[in-house]
């Protein structure tokens, strides 16, 4: 049961409760009505039940809170975490280059937004637009590699990126021989 009170008698009222683990929690309702504060503990009790019965996953919590984070404070915790890992001045460049690109022609804001429709088709546009088959498999394996990241720090469940295929590189003209 939670349970309410006043600090001093004075100020907003406190809610305390037990959360799904069986910890004790504390928040503030931030209002002085005793009635408001009431219906804000029975809120978090009710969900904190929830969680406790299994019929709402803790852990599907923490990829919505992930989920409201933007997509570039998740692109800049990758370069850093690359950069960390001794990768060259250079490859980081073109990871950003290639996640801009993805992430301007995709419109995506979120991390839920890279869905494979969505970035099959800024690779397609891609190649209509005269670039060869390594560079799209380059930024496809980019972004993958992002999406695997993601999924190994539990920001997403899993990396539905996968299923891209890759092009065919053997078409590629490599080099305009002289006669």
């Known amino acids: 049961m939670a349970s309410i009170f006043k600090r001093d008698g004075k100020g907003n009222y406190?809610?305390?409760?037990?959360?799904?683990?069986?910890?004790?929690?504390?928040?503030?309702?931030?209002?002085?009505?005793?009635?408001a504060a009431e219906r804000i503990a029975a809120k978090l009790e009710g969900e904190a039940a929830l969680r406790r019965e299994g019929v709402v996953d803790p852990r599907q919590d923490r990829f919505n809170?992930?989920?409201?984070?933007?997509?570039?404070?998740?692109?800049?915790?990758?370069?850093?975490?690359?950069?960390?890992?001794?990768?060259?001045?250079?490859?980081?460049v073109e990871k950003r280059r290639h996640l801009g690109t993805v992430c301007a022609h995709t419109g995506a804001q979120r991390l839920t937004d890279l869905n494979p429709d969505a970035v099959e088709n800024c690779l397609r546009s891609m190649?209509?637009?005269?670039?060869?088959?390594?560079?799209?498999?380059?930024?496809?394996?980019?972004?993958?590699a992002f999406m695997n990241w993601c999924v190994k720090t539990g920001r997403i469940e899993t990396n539905t990126l996968t299923v891209i295929p890759k092009l065919d590189e053997s078409c590629d003209r490599r080099r305009v021989r002289r006669p």
């Open 14 to 35: 406190l809610i305390a409760w037990k959360d799904h683990t069986g910890r004790r929690r504390e928040k503030s309702s931030k209002t002085t009505d005793k009635r």
């Open 65 to 92: 809170i992930h989920d409201l984070v933007p997509l570039a404070t998740h692109i800049a915790d990758y370069l850093g975490h690359c950069e960390h890992a001794g990768h060259s001045k250079k490859h980081l």
């Open 127 to 144: 190649k209509d637009n005269g670039l060869s088959a390594r560079t799209i498999n380059f930024c496809r394996q980019i972004v993958v």
